[in-house]
């Protein structure tokens, strides 16, 4: 924006009182012009972008189980639930929303009812570094919007002060030997400088800025949703293997007593001292399985401690063998998906504020006109300064002229709007591309829910079947009716099969919030603006 230049001549001051009876006509024909052409904007017209071909979910057309399973029915670890909510008795309610790229987002991790992973997200929610610097960029993003919008009205100054001046002969038309002697002026005055919105230049600076501190609020709320995804994940791997350490425990039980029945029968002569080395060496490789085990928990739980914004030392959490996840999340419809993810809400924002920028950059083809003006008073010496006959004014610049008409630029002008067209495109590029990565993940997640349901059935019954092989050997070995090793391999089977279970079930319970959070997160009654983590 133009500013005034300060009057540096008693005879531009003369100039500017001279025309001020005229000044009113003056000003008619550019405030016209101004009318005429002021927020006529020279972007592009801009539409939010649709995807053909997404009207629905391939998964969701898909019959229930797996192609493996034969019957496909719901089985006891996923009962259906009716689109838009969970169980009535559940501690939070999936709840059908109108969905939009400013909606709220609830509580969505309520809805596996477990209040240590209620807590868990609270903290997270205060005290996560990552999603603190993600409001610190959306605060960084509002104060540029608020400078964009502060071109839209004009700049006002103030100033009060001495100048010391000494004119020449030649500006005042006198002779070379005339001495004009110095003088001291001094001058209290506001300016007031504004450049008039042609042709929607400033308009779309400020479409843009705003368009930009949307952008970065959905990506706090993205981060916001991906923080609290990886809560959950890693809270649900923490119990998976608390499952895992409770059923190395129990086989370690086991084993100590079978080692000590073994050990009796050799004290007895009835087997051989293989058998009671093959007890021993099942015994020290299940603890040291565990240990493993151990080793990963604690990895688990670190970062855990991280995501809550705490050192590993300052965060434990008490052993809880994972709960199966029985809940079944309508995935609705496409096109619901591209209002509820903020990273796609984010994307088309990014399409929007370069969309306005092409207007910018083909505003600057056009004139820009910046009205400027000053009124103060001013007199000689400083007990004159503030009366009547010290007033004066000045309309218009002092050097240069308030329409500016740009004519050779060496082509800056078409490089800055061949590269505004060129974000534009990458952005639209990257809109089409975050929306098939939703698609994708969605897909994903429902695929994996499908199969899992079956497969956890499955493998639950294996478990038995195991288990009653195990039995079995235990009993013909007992009687002399088998070798060890048949005992070996069946609680061998029967250990594997049960950690299949533990660790299907913790997948099943991740691939469920993979699914909200594919789904851009839930909404409900007890959903927050979005404000500062505290």
């Excluded at 009812?113 to 960084?140: G, H, N």
């Excluded at 478990?463 to 090793?485: K, M």
Aim: hydrophobic share 40%; charged share 20%.
């Amino acid at each position: 924006m133009l500013r005034r230049f300060a009057a540096t001549s008693a005879t531009s001051r003369r100039r500017s009182r001279s025309v001020a009876p005229v000044a009113s006509s003056a000003i008619l024909t550019p405030v016209f012009f101004t009318m005429v052409l002021t927020g006529c904007s020279l972007a592009p017209q801009y539409d939010a972008p649709t995807l053909a071909g997404a009207n629905h979910f391939k998964e969701a057309d898909h019959p229930s189980g797996s192609a493996f399973d034969g019957r496909g029915e719901d089985g006891p670890h996923g009962a259906s639930v009716p689109a838009g909510a969970v169980d009535a008795d559940s501690a939070g309610l999936w709840k059908a929303a109108q969905p939009s790229d400013q909606a709220l987002r609830g509580a969505w991790w309520r809805v596996f009812d477990d209040p240590v992973l209620d807590q868990l997200e609270s903290d997270a929610s205060r005290a996560s570094p990552t999603l603190q610097a993600a409001f610190s960029r959306v605060q960084a993003s509002r104060a540029l919007q608020q400078v964009a919008r502060a071109d839209l009205f004009p700049s006002i100054d103030a100033g009060f002060g001495p100048t010391r001046e000494k004119l020449s002969p030649a500006s005042q038309l006198r002779a070379q030997d005339v001495t004009i002697p110095s003088q001291t002026l001094w001058r209290a005055q506001a300016d007031v400088s504004y450049e008039v919105d042609l042709f929607g230049k400033v308009s779309d600076a400020n479409r843009a800025a705003q368009a930009d501190a949307m952008q970065s609020e959905a990506l706090y709320r993205s981060t916001l949703l991906t923080l609290q995804a990886d809560v959950a994940q890693r809270y649900f791997t923490l119990r998976e293997e608390d499952a895992e350490l409770a059923i190395y425990r129990r086989n370690v039980t086991l084993r100590e007593a079978q080692l000590q029945f073994v050990q009796h029968r050799f004290d007895e002569g009835e087997v051989s001292e293989l058998d009671l080395a093959q007890a021993k060496t099942e015994l020290a490789g299940t603890r040291a399985d565990a240990m493993s085990t151990e080793r990963q928990r604690a990895t688990t739980e670190h970062a855990l401690a991280v995501l809550l914004g705490r050192t590993p030392a300052e965060f434990s959490l008490a052993a809880a063998p994972l709960v199966p996840v029985r809940i079944d999340i309508p995935p609705g419809l496409p096109s619901d998906l591209l209002e509820r993810r903020p990273d796609v809400a984010a994307a088309e924002r990014a399409m929007a504020a370069a969309n306005a920028r092409i207007g910018v950059a083909k505003g600057a083809y056009f004139p820009s006109l910046s009205l400027t003006g000053s009124a103060g008073v001013e007199s000689a010496t400083l007990g004159d300064l503030f009366k009547w006959s010290s007033r004066a004014f000045l309309l218009g610049p002092l050097a240069g002229t308030a329409l500016s008409v740009p004519i050779f630029d060496g082509g800056r002008r078409r490089g800055n709007l061949a590269n505004a067209r060129a974000a534009y495109e990458e952005d639209a590029a990257n809109y089409r591309q975050t929306v098939l990565q939703a698609f994708q993940e969605v897909e994903d997640s429902l695929s994996d829910l499908r199969i899992l349901k079956t497969q956890t059935r499955t493998q639950d019954a294996a478990v038995a079947a195991s288990q009653r092989a195990a039995h079995i050997s235990q009993s013909q070995y007992r009687e002399g009716a088998a070798n060890y090793l048949s005992v070996i391999d069946a609680e061998r089977n029967v250990l594997q099969s049960q950690r299949s279970a533990a660790q299907l079930y913790g997948v099943q319970a991740g691939a469920t919030v993979k699914l909200i959070r594919a789904l851009g997160g839930g909404w409900g009654s007890d959903a927050k603006p979005l404000q500062h983590p505290s």
